[in-house]
C-alpha cells in the first residue's frame, strides 16, 4: 500500500477483526463483496487472544489436574505417587492453542480474498474512514460499513483485569476476584484448582444473579470442594484486598471512532444502537459485537458470530435479522453450568404456567462411570402446550449437551418430543429425556414424589 493520504473505494468495510469482525468480513466475501478489515492488533480479538480461549485453555489443563487427585483415583484403583504442573509452561501451552486458532483465523481472512489492513480508523463522514498504520495515512470510501470494534474491560483503580491476570506469569499464592458473572468463577475456578487460596468477592447477595437456586447450591458446593471462600456485598470503595482482580463488565470501543461525523447513534452505555439487522440510525453503517446496543447483556461471541453473518446478508440485499429464541450461556466451573432460555421463575414472571423436570445425575448411569454425581437436569415446559421454554444444566459437559435443548427450543419441540427420541445408553444426554420424564410424570429411573 502507498504511504500518503490515498483513497481506496471497497464496497463492505469492517472495522475491527474479532470474532463479529473477522465473520462479517468472510460472510460478505462470500457473498460477492470486495471487502476490506481494518484492525489495530490481531486478527481474532479479545476471544481468541486475550479473553475467551486463553481462559478455556486453562480452564482444560487445571481440569486435568484436577482430575489426578490421589483419594479419587485411589477409589477407582489407580494408585498416583505424585503429580505436580508446571505454570510458565502451562501458558505457553495455552498461548501455543491460541497462536495455532489466530494463524487460522488470518488463513482464512487471506483465503477469501479479504484485505487486512493494520491500524485505527474513524469516520470522516458516512462514507469515508480515515485509517492510521502501519503504511501511513489512507482513507477508505465505502458502499457500507460494519463497525465490529469490540469491548474493554470496565477498569477498577488498583485491580488486574481478567484479561491481564490470565498473562501473568507468576501464580499467586492468594488471589481475590471482584465480580458475580461468569468470568469470575471461572478465573476462581482456574486459581483454586492449582492451590492457590482463592476469595470471590461479590457485588450483591449472590453469585450468577438471575440463576435457578437449585443449580446455584450445585455450583457453590463445587466451589467450596476447591475451598474458594465467598463473600457477599462488598463494596467498590471497601476493596482493599491484593493481588485483585476485577469482573466489573465492559465499556463499549466506540470512543475515539468520530460517529458524530458520520450521524451514528449512540446509547449512554457508548454503544452503537442498532436495529434487528444490525442497522446504525445511518443507512448503510452496521455494528455488530460487543459495540452494539444488540448485544448488551449478551457479549457473548456466539452472538457477535452471529450478528457478524447477519450485517453482511442484510448488506447483501437478503431478509434476515438478529432475533434468536434462546441464547446458550455456560460456566466451566465445576460442575459444568449451563443455561438456555427461561428458568421457572423466569418463565412465571413472564406469564407463562410451567411444567418443571428435574432429573439428578446421581441416577445417571453414564455419569457414575465418570466419577461425577454432583448434578442435576431442569427442563421448562410450558403447561398449555407442553413446549420447551428452558433448562438449566448442572453437571460433566453441560456447555456441550445445552446445545441440543436451544436447537429443540428453536424448533418447537415438546416434552413430549424429548421423550420420544432414543438416546444412546448409558450417556449423560439422557439425563434431557429423564428430565422431560418427570415433567411428564412418567419418569422411569426416579421414584415420583
Not at 487460596?197 to 467450596?224: F, K, M, N, S, Y
Not at 463488565?249 to 436495529?275: W, Y
Not at 457479549?299 to 429464541?325: D, H, M, N, T, Y
Request: aromatic share 4%.
Amino acid at each position: 500500500m502507498v504511504v500518503g493520504d490515498v483513497t481506496t473505494a471497497v464496497d463492505v468495510l469492517v472495522l475491527g477483526a474479532g470474532p463479529a469482525g473477522y465473520v462479517a468480513a468472510i460472510r460478505a466475501a462470500q457473498l460477492g463483496k470486495h471487502v476490506t478489515l481494518i484492525e489495530p492488533e490481531l486478527a481474532g480479538g479479545t476471544c481468541l487472544n486475550r479473553g475467551c480461549i486463553p481462559l478455556k485453555a486453562l480452564l482444560s489443563a487445571t481440569e486435568r489436574y484436577q482430575q489426578t487427585d490421589q483419594e479419587e483415583l485411589a477409589a477407582m484403583g489407580i494408585c498416583v505417587q505424585s503429580v505436580s504442573f508446571d505454570w510458565a509452561k502451562m501458558q505457553a501451552w495455552k498461548q501455543s492453542v491460541v497462536e495455532r486458532l489466530a494463524d487460522g483465523v488470518r488463513r482464512l481472512i487471506a483465503g477469501n480474498k479479504i484485505d487486512l489492513v493494520k491500524g485505527t480508523g474513524w469516520f470522516l463522514n458516512a462514507e469515508e474512514v480515515r485509517v492510521e498504520g502501519e503504511y501511513g495515512s489512507h482513507r477508505f470510501k465505502f458502499d457500507h460499513c460494519i463497525i465490529a470494534t469490540g469491548a474493554s474491560p470496565r477498569p477498577l483503580d488498583g485491580s488486574m483485569t481478567p484479561e491481564q491476570a490470565l498473562q501473568s506469569t507468576d501464580l499467586p499464592e492468594h488471589v481475590s476476584i471482584f465480580g458475580d458473572d461468569y468470568i469470575a468463577l471461572e478465573l476462581a475456578t482456574v486459581f483454586a484448582r492449582l492451590g492457590a487460596q482463592t476469595t470471590l468477592l461479590l457485588p450483591g447477595e449472590q453469585l450468577l444473579p438471575g440463576v435457578d437456586p437449585v443449580a446455584l447450591r450445585l455450583v457453590q458446593v463445587g466451589l467450596r470442594k476447591l475451598r474458594v471462600q465467598t463473600r457477599t456485598n462488598i463494596a467498590v470503595n471497601d476493596l482493599t484486598e491484593q493481588p485483585l482482580i476485577a469482573s466489573c463488565g465492559v465499556v463499549p470501543n466506540t470512543v475515539g471512532l468520530h460517529l458524530d461525523a458520520c450521524g451514528v447513534e449512540i446509547n449512554d452505555d457508548g454503544s452503537v444502537r442498532v436495529d434487528t439487522m444490525m442497522r446504525s440510525s445511518v443507512e448503510n453503517i452496521y455494528a455488530v459485537g460487543d459495540c452494539c446496543s444488540a448485544s448488551s447483556g449478551d457479549r457473548l461471541a456466539s452472538v457477535a458470530i452471529k450478528q457478524g453473518k447477519v450485517a453482511a446478508e442484510v448488506l447483501a440485499g437478503q431478509r434476515v435479522q438478529f432475533a434468536p429464541l434462546v441464547i446458550p450461556r455456560v460456566v466451566h466451573t465445576t460442575p459444568e453450568l449451563a443455561i438456555a432460555g427461561y428458568s421457572a421463575n423466569e418463565a412465571n414472571q413472564a406469564g407463562y404456567a410451567v411444567k418443571v423436570g428435574r432429573f439428578p445425575l446421581a441416577a445417571n448411569g453414564r455419569a457414575l462411570t465418570l466419577n461425577t454425581d454432583n448434578g442435576v437436569v431442569l427442563l421448562v415446559a410450558n403447561a398449555e402446550d407442553e413446549a420447551l421454554l428452558g433448562a438449566t444444566l448442572v453437571g460433566p459437559r453441560a456447555g456441550d449437551l445445552i446445545a441440543q435443548v436451544a436447537l429443540a427450543i428453536e424448533m418447537g419441540a415438546t416434552l413430549t418430543d424429548f421423550s420420544e427420541i432414543l438416546f444412546a445408553h448409558p450417556g449423560l444426554s439422557e439425563t434431557l429425556q429423564e428430565s422431560a420424564d418427570s415433567a411428564l410424570q412418567q419418569a422411569i429411573h426416579m421414584l415420583a414424589k
